[in-house]
C-alpha cells in the first residue's frame, strides 16, 4: 500500500466509527421515546457477549492432558470470586487474566 492507500483506509474507517457512535444519538434524540426493542437488547447483550466471551476462551482447553486445564480453571475463579466480591468487571477481568498469565508463564510452563 502506498501512503495515500493508507490515509485514505484510516479516514474511511474513522468515519464510519465516528458515524456509527454518532448515530444513535441523532436517532433517538429529543422526546423521543427509545423503542422497547432497543432497550431490551441494551439489558440482555452484554451478559450475552460475556458468555460468548467465556465459550470462546475456554474452547480449546483439554481438562484430559497436562495441565488438566488448571490455570484456565483458577484464572475463571479468581474472575468468579473477585467480581462477587467487589463487583468490579474490570478489575476481575484484570486480575483474572494476570493470574492466568502468570501461571502459563511461570508454574505450568
Not at 432497550?39 to 447483550?45: D, H, N, S, T
Not at 484430559?64 to 484464572?75: D, R, V
Not at 467487589?86 to 476481575?92: A, G
Request: aromatic share 10%.
Amino acid at each position: 500500500m502506498n501512503t495515500t492507500h493508507s490515509i485514505l483506509l484510516v479516514a474511511v474507517v474513522a468515519g464510519v466509527t465516528v458515524t456509527l457512535r454518532f448515530l444513535p444519538f441523532l436517532i433517538f434524540r429529543g422526546d423521543h421515546r427509545t423503542p422497547a426493542v432497543v432497550q431490551y437488547l441494551g439489558r440482555v447483550l452484554p451478559y450475552a457477549i460475556m458468555g460468548m466471551l467465556v465459550v470462546y476462551c475456554l474452547k480449546n482447553v483439554t481438562p484430559l492432558s497436562c495441565p488438566y486445564a488448571l490455570p484456565e480453571g483458577i484464572a475463571a475463579a479468581v474472575v468468579v470470586l473477585l467480581h462477587l466480591w467487589r463487583r468490579n468487571t474490570l478489575l476481575s477481568i484484570v486480575c483474572g487474566t494476570a493470574v492466568y498469565i502468570l501461571l502459563i508463564q511461570f508454574v505450568f510452563s
